[in-house]
C-alpha cells in the first residue's frame, strides 16, 4: 500500500498568533516549575533565596529567572542591591494551581516529623497567590455558598446579600475591570474549588489585617487563630475546628 505524504499545515492551522509551547517549556524545566510554585504564596522573593529554596547556584538561578521574566510569567522589581521576583499576575497564578493540580503527585513518605507537618500545614491552610486555600477555605467557601452569599458554579458571583455582608463587616473587595469579582479556583489539594477573584483576595487580606491568620514562617501556610475560629463561627455559623499540629512560626521554611 502506498503511504501518503504527511499533510502540510494550512495557513490557519500554523499561524494562529498564539505559541501556548513557548510557555510549556518555561515551566518543562523543574527548577523553573519550583520557583513559580514558591512564588505562588503571592510574596515577592530574591533571587538568593529562590537559588537556596531550589538548591542551584545563584548563577544557574539567575539563568533560570531571566527567562521567566523574558516570557512573562515573572516580573521582577530592584531594590538597592537586591532582585525581587514574583508571580506576573493571578493569570500565571491560575497556570501554575492549574498544573499543580494535574501534575502526578509522588507517594514518598515525608522524612522528618517537621516535613510531614510542613504537609499537613499546607493541606490545612495556606495562600494560593492573594486568597486562601486548603482545608479551611473550601469550608469557608462550602459556607458562603450555603448560604446563597456566593456562587461558585456554574457561574461565579458574589451576591447582594454576600455583598451586603462583606460591607457590613468591612471587607473591602480590590476594584479593578480586569479581574472577575468571583473565581472559582480549583484546589490542588482538595480537588474542590476555593474562592478566589477579587471577593477571595479581598476576604484574605481582611483575614490577616484582623489576625484571624497568622503566616507560618516563610512558607505560604497559614495558621488559623482563636480570634480567627470566633470570627468565622460568628459571620458565617462555621465551625473551622482545632488548630492542625504543623509548623511552628519560628521553624524554618519548606517548599512551598
Known amino acids: 500500500m502506498e503511504t501518503q505524504p504527511p499533510r502540510r499545515p494550512t495557513a490557519a492551522s500554523a499561524d494562529v498568533g498564539l505559541d501556548i509551547a513557548a510557555v510549556a517549556r518555561l515551566l518543562a524545566d523543574g527548577t523553573r516549575a519550583g520557583f513559580c510554585v514558591a512564588l505562588a504564596d503571592g510574596r515577592a522573593w530574591t533571587a538568593t533565596e529562590l537559588a537556596r ?25 530592584r531594590h538597592g542591591r537586591h532582585r525581587y521576583l514574583r508571580l506576573s499576575d493571578p493569570r500565571a497564578v491560575a497556570l501554575v494551581e492549574a498544573l499543580a493540580d494535574l501534575a502526578p503527585r509522588r507517594c514518598a513518605a515525608p522524612r522528618t516529623l517537621s516535613a510531614a507537618g510542613r504537609q499537613r500545614a499546607l493541606a490545612r491552610a495556606r495562600l494560593c497567590y492573594d486568597h486562601l486555600a486548603g482545608a479551611v477555605a473550601l469550608a469557608i467557601a462550602d459556607a458562603l455558598t450555603a448560604q446563597g452569599l456566593v456562587v461558585l458554579e456554574p457561574e461565579a458571583e458574589l451576591t447582594p446579600a454576600g455583598a451586603e455582608l462583606f ?11 480586569r479581574r472577575p469579582a468571583v473565581r472559582a479556583c480549583l484546589d490542588w489539594t482538595e480537588r474542590r474549588p476555593h474562592l478566589a477573584g477579587a471577593v477571595g483576595a479581598g476576604l484574605c487580606a481582611h483575614a490577616l489585617h484582623e489576625g484571624w491568620f497568622t503566616r507560618i514562617g516563610t512558607t505560604r501556610a497559614l495558621a488559623l487563630t482563636e480570634p480567627g475560629r470566633v470570627a468565622f463561627r460568628q459571620l458565617l455559623g462555621v465551625e473551622l475546628g482545632d488548630r492542625e499540629p504543623g509548623l511552628e512560626s519560628d521553624q524554618e521554611p519548606d517548599s512551598a
Open 53 to 77: 529554596h531550589a538548591g542551584v547556584a545563584p548563577s544557574t538561578a539567575s539563568e533560570h529567572l531571566n527567562l521567566l521574566v523574558a516570557g512573562g510569567l515573572l516580573v521582577e522589581e
Open 167 to 177: 460591607a457590613a463587616t468591612g471587607i473591602a473587595v480590590p476594584g479593578g475591570a
